[in-house]
């Protein structure tokens, strides 16, 4: 199993971009709160064009260069994001993740403390996108998808706690709705429930763990935040 903990710190455009895991046909870096995946108008740089630039100056690349966006984060999360260097492993990790063969775990903070010291939770989820909302209904509804999560309670304080989140569906807004579903609202997430935004607009979850069988060489990678000055604590 690959576990790579080497990662490196390089001074892009705007900001430091963190490179998380590297080879011939992945690449995956850290977004930052409040940063886009993908180009989007009126926004600042986004993750895509920093490690685009990225790969064309350490590989002293001329013309354009291919980076296919194989999944993303809400604009407020903060994480690790996976991309393709090529069309081959695009097509298999689509594959991958549309059968969800990938683990995705996530870190947040929420208000008060959940029910239960760990759980599965499901719901069916119905998307608003002219309101960018998703509403979570605990029993089936017309035109919504079925959400399933599971969380673990790693530490709690005063009025905060601290959950891993396994997520096994991947749905919009998914864990924001379903934990203010349960009264547990992300700290920051104003959209969902929470009493007040964090000072820098962001909101307290985080996509601190991705694993997968490699697409080309078929041997298991795991990526991770654990060792990272960026991983959520309480």
Known sequence: MISPT????????NSILEILFEDNHLIA???LSGQTVQPEPSK???LEDEVKEYIRVK??????VFLGVIHRLDMPVNGIVLFARTSKALVRMNESFQKREITKKYLCLVEGRPPASAAALQHWLKSDDKKNFTKAFEN???NALEARLKYKVLKSGKNV?????????GRKHQIRAQLSAIGNPILGDVKYGASKPLNDQSIALQAYF???????QDIPIEISLLN???LLKL
């Open 6 to 13: 080497k990662r490196n710190n390089i001074k892009t455009r």
């Open 29 to 31: 870096a850290f977004k």
């Open 44 to 46: 600042p740089i986004s």
């Open 59 to 64: 590989y002293n690349k001329p013309g354009s």
């Open 140 to 142: 089936p509804v017309n």
């Open 161 to 169: 706690s601290l959950l891993e989140i396994d997520l096994e569906t």
């Open 210 to 216: 991705l694993s997968f069988n490699h697409p080309v």
């Open 228 to 230: 990272s000055k960026n």
